[in-house]
């Protein structure tokens, strides 16, 4: 995201708000669908295309002073930058709703077999009496 595309960000924001209000609302039932939307939540989660790039000559050497500036510049936003920091935390938001969701199926699937095999044991221990 550039900081400079202000209606650009507002509506990637906006989809974001949709994407999540959709998950949490479960438009999207298969896993498959959860994972396709969960690879392209994690791409836009990638710091490292969330700082502009400044590019080095390429007969420069490493220079640390460079690198702290830019940790800096990731860690340390200006308020230009709050519409990729909005983005980010609605992006992992979405993904926790989608861990959440996964969670909860492998959970049922759980109960499920252990109520099937206490009712196999139940049956089992009835039909000997």
Do not use: W
């Not at 669908?33 to 490493?62: C, F, M, P, T, W």
């Not at 990731?74 to 989608?98: N, V």
């Not at 959440?100 to 009496?129: F, G, P």
Request: with cysteine; hydrophobic share 40%.
């Amino acid at each position: 995201m550039d900081p400079e595309e202000v209606d650009k960000n507002d509506m990637v924001i906006s989809v974001l708000k949709a994407v999540k209000f959709m998950v949490s609302h479960g438009f999207f039932i298969s896993a498959e669908k959860l994972s396709h939307i969960a690879q392209h939540l994690v791409e836009l989660l990638n710091g490292g295309k969330g700082v502009k790039k400044i590019k080095r000559a390429q007969d420069e050497e490493e220079d640390p002073e460079f690198d702290e500036i830019m940790s800096r510049i990731r860690y340390f936003p200006e308020s230009a930058q709050d519409h990729q920091i909005q983005s980010k935390c609605l992006a992992a938001d979405i993904l926790l709703q989608i861990s959440n969701l996964e969670l909860d199926a492998k959970c049922n699937v759980y109960l499920a077999k252990l109520k099937q095999d206490i009712e196999l044991s139940h049956s089992n221990t009835n039909s000997r009496t």
